[in-house]
């Protein structure tokens, strides 16, 4: 376990991916920490307490003694800079970036059009039964992305045989895609093949969704 | 100057304010590169030798010698470790921290529900007449949360009084705001006194859509 000087504290959601994000690098890098749950269905984001955390009512928030950070890129890259001693990001210059531009296809080309307030958006200014099909379009064309940029990188992992971030962005966004959207992985190979890896690593079971301390009971 | 051993080319759009972010940003580092046109109206990024490059079809583009690099954060980042002599992030863990979640701000919450591919998808599925005000929304939704998040680290700039990336990627998304979707900025004085900031510097300028080769003419 590396050191720690105070227990870090993470407001996260059981079912936001974000979050998931950070509990997996969190795992991996071998840190423990405290479980703050915000319901994000009851508005608890949007407490008095919650918004002098982060007053844009965003999860996850990661709590490093005096310092507040928000948005799971800033914590990740916070976090690797940080707690170096498990890295998640290669050395090399070009590897890295795709790492990078691995998780900001996640994070910027498909999480966003399946957030709850776009969502919402869709079911009143088109149709509740437009809102599946929304989804499964954006994630079925970032997955297309993705089968593309880590075809000629990706080994035993997505860029290598080494768990890295892309892996840690990519798990939750295959998991929200299989259990809640019912995206055909069929036409994912690779992504379809990464995710049972992940299926293997303790770091990534332990941070999904249905494995946290506010995940209604099965 | 900056000392180059190689030329860096950068594929771009005019308009494209993923593009302008890394013209901003090679400006601000000063380095020089050869700037190639990729008409995404025309359908240009989908070109066989465009595709050899990013497969994806996204711009922008870097190319660094032997090194092919896509994604605006993953650019990004790749200049700031290899051209660190003109520092665009803070070494403070905070201060860096808040000028990532601003860019993601932009890049995940705000540049993603405006792109082409989106708006395509609302004039079909909605009415065209819907896109401006979807645009609009998520416009003012993240430069709302910008003005909350910028409140207690701005200088002269967004995070000090120094220029780093919340501006480089903020830029962009402001010109945007207001020349193609006529946003109102009354309500975000923080951003407006930073945009009246970023008009004076150069570097900003010269990266602006209109100033760039494959501008149409004014």
Same mark, same amino acid.
């Not at 035993?156 to 971030?165: C, L, R, S």
């Not at 809640?180 to 992504?191: I, S």
């Given at each position: 376990?590396?050191?720690?000087?105070?227990?870090?504290?993470?407001?996260?959601?059981?079912?936001?991916?974000?979050?998931?994000?950070?509990?997996? /690098?969190?795992?991996?890098?071998?840190?423990?920490?405290? %479980?703050?749950?915000? =319901?994000?269905?009851?508005?608890?984001?949007?407490?008095?307490? +919650?918004?002098?955390?982060?007053?844009?009512? %965003?999860?996850?928030?990661?709590?490093?003694?005096?310092?507040?950070?928000?948005?799971?890129?800033?914590?990740?890259?916070?976090?690797?800079?940080?707690?170096?001693?498990?890295?998640?990001?290669?050395?090399?210059?070009?590897?890295?970036?795709?790492?990078?531009?691995? /998780? =900001?296809?996640?994070?910027?080309?498909?999480?966003?059009?399946?957030?709850?307030?776009?969502?919402?958006?869709?079911?009143?200014?088109?149709?509740?039964?437009?809102?599946?099909?929304?989804?499964?379009?954006?994630?079925?064309?970032? +997955?297309?992305?993705?089968?593309?940029?880590?075809?000629?990188?990706?080994?035993? %992992?997505?860029?290598?045989?080494?768990?890295?971030? /892309?892996?840690? +962005?990519?798990?939750?966004?295959?998991?929200?895609?299989?259990?809640?959207?019912?995206?055909?992985?069929?036409? +994912?190979?690779?992504?379809?093949?990464? =995710?049972?890896? %992940?299926?293997?690593?303790?770091?990534?079971?332990? /941070?999904?969704?249905? =494995?946290?301390?506010?995940?209604?009971?099965?």
């Amino acid at each position: 376990m590396a050191q720690q000087q105070n227990k870090l504290k993470l407001y996260s959601y059981w079912r936001s991916s974000c979050s998931c994000r950070i509990r997996i /690098a969190l795992n991996l890098k071998g840190l423990d920490y405290q %479980y703050i749950p915000v =319901n994000l269905l009851k508005g608890e984001q949007f407490s008095p307490e +919650f918004r002098k955390l982060n007053p844009i009512g %965003y999860v996850p928030v990661l709590v490093d003694g005096d310092v507040v950070i928000s948005d799971s890129l800033a914590i990740f890259l916070y976090l690797e800079e940080k707690y170096p001693q498990i890295p998640l990001l290669p050395s090399d210059l070009l590897k890295k970036a795709v790492n990078i531009q691995a /998780a =900001n296809i996640v994070c910027s080309s498909i999480q966003p059009l399946q957030n709850l307030d776009v969502l919402k958006y869709i079911e009143e200014k088109v149709s509740p039964d437009e809102k599946v099909p929304w989804v499964k379009f954006h994630i079925e064309k970032g +997955f297309g992305a993705l089968e593309k940029l880590l075809k000629d990188h990706a080994g035993k %992992y997505a860029t290598g045989d080494e768990v890295a971030m /892309a892996d840690a +962005f990519l798990a939750p966004q295959i998991h929200a895609g299989i259990k809640r959207f019912n995206v055909d992985m069929a036409k +994912f190979p690779l992504l379809t093949r990464l =995710n049972e890896a %992940y299926r293997e690593l303790p770091e990534f079971e332990k /941070a999904m969704p249905e =494995n946290q301390p506010d995940a209604p009971p099965a």
